[in-house]
C-alpha cells in the first residue's frame, strides 16, 4: 500500500542538488527521493529479534529487577 512522505525545512542548496541529480538520472525530484531513499534503506540490515534483546539486556544489565511474580502479586494485592 503506497503512502505519503512530506519531507519539511530543507536546505534550498540540498533541494537544488536533488534536482540537478534528478535530471541528470532523468528523473523527477520526487522519483530520485525515492529511488534514493530506497537505495539507503536497501543496504541496512534489520536487527534479529535475538539481537535486540541482547541490547536491551545490556543497556538495563545494571538495573534492579523485579520478577514478573512479584508484580503480578502487587497488582493483586492492590485490587
Not at 10 to 24: F, G, N, S, T
Not at 25 to 34: C, F, L, M, P, T
Not at 37 to 43: G, H, N, S, T, V
Request: hydrophobic share 35%; charged share 40%.
Amino acid at each position: 500500500m503506497p503512502g505519503n512522505l512530506h519531507v519539511r525545512n530543507l536546505d534550498d542548496a540540498l533541494i537544488a542538488r536533488l534536482k540537478r541529480r534528478a535530471a541528470r538520472h532523468g528523473r523527477s525530484a520526487e522519483a530520485e527521493h525515492r529511488e534514493i531513499l530506497r537505495q539507503a534503506l536497501a543496504a541496512e540490515v534489520e536487527p534479529s529479534f535475538d539481537d535486540l534483546a541482547a541490547e536491551l539486556r545490556k543497556l538495563t544489565r545494571r538495573r534492579k529487577q523485579t520478577p514478573s511474580e512479584v508484580l503480578l502479586r502487587e497488582g493483586r494485592d492492590e485490587r
